[in-house]
């Protein structure tokens, strides 16, 4: 079939084609909501771990300082990705009279490590719980990390924090836009699949072409005007 003949059929049966992409739009345009604010807030941490002797420390000595760091900056990101860090994050502020769930804090919560530095990121949809969860976690990071560590002994990790944490809006994902356009535009390949199966069960015989694919003889021809 020619692409002639396929626009003919389409243009015939346009109600059909666009019906699908109109219900489409109006279910989405009336149950249409906003996506909902959030907001993100990181902070980066050194780690770093004293000499284990005094004075002057000797080309091998520092090696291994640096190694240890990056070990334990590897244990330290295991530890935040964990719910137990969560956990953790989360009783602190309960015994501030902060009710946070840790499942809520761990939805937010993002790990990332090079070398011997930390970066600890927190996203949520409301500004004040974002500082209250930052605060939380920084403190908990830095002051019940031993727990974490078993390899130091009991001792906890020295954590140098780089920078305050800044709260940041986050813009709406590109998902979102075009959730609803791709919505209508698969509705329109439908509306299109519809029109052809319908010309396809319809027996009617609409131009002298059609009859002449099925080898009959046309006599006369009456014009639509």
């Known amino acids: 079939m020619e692409l002639r003949q396929y626009w003919k059929i389409l243009r015939r ?10 219900v489409v739009l109006g279910l989405g345009l009336a149950t ?3 996506a909902p604010a959030a907001y993100n ?12 002797v005094e004075g002057d420390l000797t080309d091998e000595q520092r090696y291994y300082n640096w190694l240890t760091s990056e070990y334990v900056v590897n244990g330290l990101t295991d530890w935040v990705r964990g719910g137990r860090f969560a956990e953790a994050v989360s009783a602190r502020l309960a015994a501030q009279g902060i009710n946070m769930p840790a499942g809520v804090i761990q939805g937010g919560l993002a790990a990332d490590n ?9 996203t949520a949809g409301d500004p004040e719980a974002l500082r ?5 976690a920084i403190a908990v990071l830095t002051e019940e990390n031993a727990a974490a560590l078993p390899q130091l002994g009991g001792q906890p990790a020295a954590l140098t924090q780089l920078d305050e944490p800044v709260i940041n809006p986050l813009a709406a ?11 209508v535009v698969l509705a329109l390949a439908v ?3 519809l029109a052809l199966l319908a010309h ?6 609409r131009d002298r072409a059609e009859l002449e694919r099925l080898g009959l003889p046309v006599v006369g021809e009456i014009p639509k005007e």
């Open 32 to 34: 249409y909501r906003p």
């Open 41 to 52: 807030a990181g902070v980066r941490f050194i780690v770093g771990q004293p000499p284990s």
């Open 191 to 193: 509306g299109v699949g």
């Open 173 to 183: 994902g590109i998902r979102s836009q075009l959730e609803l356009p791709l919505r």
């Open 114 to 122: 090079a070398r011997s530095m930390l970066t600890l990121s927190l």
């Open 132 to 136: 209250q969860m930052m605060d939380g």
């Open 13 to 22: 049966r346009w109600p059909l084609v666009l019906l699908p992409a109109l």
């Open 200 to 205: 396809y069960v319809d027996p009617t015989v």
